[in-house]
Every structure is written in structure tokens, then in C-alpha cells.
């Protein structure tokens, strides 16, 4: 039996879309405004995406489709140095990992989707007993990791189908929703008594914000945002077709990341300002601030029901893809059925993600460096691993790789020549990415260690 690929050009760019709107752009996108000058953050954001991140997109398209294999062994199908295993390793760990703590955030989610069905956000709550509620729940020892095994097995039943039947079909219904529900959101907090102030925040951009901080804060959010150096676009793209174009998907991945990471935002600032909420609040800004927004907003019982309805498909678009990656492997390398290697999958994600959710209680002195064993994971993932696969993979594919295999690919294997026009973009494309790319992965890498 064949590899399999996905159905349509449309299916292909929801999927890969999937994988990169997800929690990330609801929570920890607006949080980015806050911190970093609003508009002028979204300016740096979508320069750092067009300079940076497109061409590290295209460089894990390329070693995808070209080796047609997991991320486990694509370069090394590319290359057949023995040393390249130990990149392979690393790219199947980092969303393993990602997935472990991801989908606790996922249980969260679940869960204040049902207490929202029932009326909990509704009326007469206050800061302080929203923030006791969450930290009740982040500690308890059963439940969040009981929400986390349903979001876990509700991510495992959907890559059981496969990459058509599952992976494809799901985006095909999942993500147009998921963008209908976001744009109605927004709309009702730009219309809030008092919106104003957060929609010139978000569209005004204050030039002299524009800091090297701001840059390295927006690139660091564009790889995280984007799913790059995960080995999730490597997998996805070994399951493109030959006949779709590489420079048109990702474009369209990142213009569907970027609209849905502003409607986020416009759900979200706007109606902070017409209550006078805080809005530097990181996760709590989701599970913490919003609910006390939710429960003085008009018909704001509904509206809760709707926006965490809306975070955890978000939630789920991009499990999916984490989830993918380690089964391609199992299937691949090990000769696992589907069916079991999403079973052990989905074993050892819920065994590290129940360490992951009980080291916010009854292990919380089990530390690393300082941090719990949940933020020590994130952090060793955000700020080391995901930049070093990154740095690995442009060099790979500006280096290492034969220019006519990239050219060979970025004209999908075409035996006509390139046109000048796309010659030029092609060539333009190779320099960013051994000299621009890794300068800029370089300095998100600095500025995690310092």
C-alpha cells in the first residue's frame, strides 16, 4: 500500500492551516499585543513572517515531499549519512513532547467549555474567584488529567482514520467554522461601549515600539504560531501532491494564520478596554481574565459557550498535527498498524501529560532549572529544541541539499524550464535561506538563553 496523500489542494492547505492556528494564536498571540505595542507588533509580526518564516516553511515542504517519508528519516532518505537519525529523533520529539503538555491546556479547555454550558460564567463572578477557580483546577489530581485524557482520545480517534478519511476531512469542516466563529466574536467586541480604545491600540501602530525586542518577540511567536522546526510540516508535506505548487500552500498557510491570529485578537483587545480588564495575562488571559469579561458582557453566558467552543477546535486543529507526527513514525520505522501506533501514541502522551498536569499540585516540587516540570517542558522546547531543528533544516536545504533537487521541487518536478520570473524568486529564496534564515533563528536561539 502506497503512501497516502491528501485529496485535494483545498483539504492540503486546511490541514496545514490546522496545524498552524491553535491555542497559540488565541492566547498567547492578543498577549504578544499587549506586551509588545499592538499594532506595531503586528507590523514586526507579519515582516518577521514574509522574511523569515516563509522560506523556513518552504525548506521543510521541500525535504518533505522531496523524501516522501516521516520527519524521522527525510533527510536522511536525502542524505544518507548516518548521522542524520539523531535530526530525525529530534523532530519527532519535539511534538511528541509539545503534544504531552498541549493537550492538558486542551483538558483545560474542555472543561471550561462544560462550565460555561452550564452557567458558570454568567453572572457575579469576580476577578478573585475566577482565579481561584482556575488554580482549584490546575491543581486538583484527577480531573485535569481525566480532561486530558478525552481531548487526548479525541485526537487519536481522528488520526485513526488517516490523512484522508481523518486528518483532511476533519480541517475540511473544522477550520471554516473555526474562522466563522472568530469573525462573529470579534464583531461583537468591536461593537462593546468602549471598544475603541483596543481597536487603535490594534491598529495604530506606535513606530516607536518598533524594538529589537519586538522583532525578536514576534519571530519567536512566528516559529511557535507556524508549527517550524517540529517536523509537523516535513510530515504534512510528504503527503502533498506532486502537482501542488510549494510557494502557493505555504502562502496561503501563513495569510491563514496571520487572519486568524488578528480576528483573534480583535475578539479579544477590544473587549478588555470596554471593561477595563488587564491584559498582559499570558494563559491566565483565556482561563483567568476573559471569563470575569464574559460574565458582565450582555448575553455574555452564550458568548462563552461560543469562544471556548471556538479554542478548543483550535486546540484540536493542532493536536491533530502534533499527534500525526510521532504515528507517522511508529508506521514507517517500526512497521506499526495505525490503529496501534495511535493507541501507544496516545498511552504515552497521557502517562508524561499526567506528570505534566500534576506538577502544578501534589508535584510541584519537582522542579528543573527553577520551573515545574510543565513550563521546564515548554520552555526546553519553545527556546532551545524547536529553534536548533530550524537552524538544522536551512542549513540542510541551503547547504547541503543539491540546488537542482530544490529547483526540481519549487517547479514540482516540471521537465519545462523555471520562469524568469520564478527563477529570480527561487534564487531569492536559496540566499535568504543560507544567510538570512539562519541569522535570524540564531538570534531567537541568543535570546532564549539570555
Do not use: H
Amino acid at each position: 500500500m502506497g503512501r497516502e496523500k491528501f485529496n485535494s489542494k483545498l483539504g492540503s492547505v486546511l490541514a496545514l492551516a490546522g496545524s498552524a492556528v491553535g491555542l497559540g494564536n488565541i492566547w498567547r498571540f492578543p498577549y504578544m499585543l499587549s506586551e509588545y505595542g499592538g499594532g506595531a507588533f503586528i507590523l514586526t509580526y507579519i515582516l518577521c513572517i514574509i522574511i523569515v518564516s516563509l522560506p523556513i516553511m518552504l525548506c521543510e515542504f521541500v525535504v518533505g515531499r522531496r523524501s516522501r517519508s516521516s520527519a524521522y528519516c527525510a533527510v536522511k532518505r536525502l542524505d544518507d549519512k548516518s548521522y542524520w537519525k539523531y535530526f530525525g529523533s529530534l523532530v519527532v520529539f519535539i511534538p511528541f513532547a509539545t503534544l504531552c503538555y498541549y493537550c492538558v491546556i486542551g483538558g483545560w479547555t474542555l472543561e471550561y467549555l462544560f462550565q460555561s454550558c452550564i452557567g458558570e460564567f454568567s453572572s457575579g463572578n469576580t476577578p478573585e474567584t475566577i482565579e481561584s477557580e482556575f488554580a482549584n483546577l490546575v491543581t486538583m489530581p484527577v480531573k485535569p488529567i481525566v480532561m486530558d485524557a478525552v481531548f487526548l482520545l479525541a485526537t487519536a480517534i481522528i488520526i485513526r482514520f488517516g490523512v484522508r478519511k481523518g486528518i483532511e476531512k476533519c480541517s475540511k469542516v473544522m477550520m471554516p467554522l473555526l474562522f466563522v466563529i472568530m469573525a462573529l466574536l470579534a464583531v461583537r467586541a468591536m461593537t462593546l461601549p468602549g471598544a475603541e480604545e483596543g481597536i487603535i491600540f490594534l491598529f495604530r501602530p506606535d513606530f516607536s515600539k518598533i524594538t529589537p525586542q519586538v522583532c525578536l518577540a514576534a519571530m519567536g511567536q512566528s516559529f511557535y504560531s507556524l508549527s517550524i522546526g517540529m517536523g509537523i510540516m516535513i510530515t504534512y508535506a510528504s503527503y502533498l501532491s506532486r502537482r501542488t505548487n510549494l510557494g502557493t500552500t505555504a502562502g496561503y498557510t501563513i495569510i491563514s494564520d496571520l487572519l486568524f491570529a488578528i480576528i483573534a485578537g480583535c475578539a479579544i483587545i477590544p473587549a478588555l478596554f470596554a471593561y477595563d480588564m488587564p491584559t498582559g495575562q499570558g494563559t491566565g488571559l483565556v482561563f483567568k481574565t476573559l471569563p470575569v469579561v464574559f460574565s458582565q458582557m450582555p448575553f455574555g453566558s452564550v458568548i462563552a459557550v461560543v469562544f471556548f467552543f471556538a479554542v478548543a477546535l483550535a486546540a484540536l486543529t493542532s493536536s491533530m498535527s502534533l499527534f500525526e507526527v510521532p504515528v507517522s513514525w511508529l508506521i514507517e520505522e517500526k512497521q506499526f498498524s495505525r490503529r496501534k501506533a495511535c493507541f501507544w501514541v496516545f498511552v504515552s502522551a497521557l502517562v508524561v501529560g499526567a506528570f505534566c498536569s500534576l506538577s502544578f499540585g501534589v508535584l510541584s516540587d519537582w522542579t528543573f532549572g527553577g520551573k515545574i516540570f510543565f513550563d521546564a517542558l515548554d520552555y526546553t522546547v519553545g527556546n532551545y529544541l524547536m529553534p536548533f531543528a530550524g537552524l538544522i533544516i536551512v542549513l540542510f536545504v541551503g547547504w547541503r541539499m543539491p540546488i537542482r533537487d530544490v529547483l526540481d521541487e519549487m517547479n514540482n518536478r516540471e521537465e519545462r524550464p523555471l520562469s524568469k520570473w520564478k527563477r529570480r524568486s527561487v534564487q531569492l529564496f536559496i540566499f535568504v535561506v543560507r544567510f538570512v534564515s539562519p541569522a535570524a533563528i540564531l538570534a531567537i536561539f541568543i535570546s532564549g538563553i539570555v
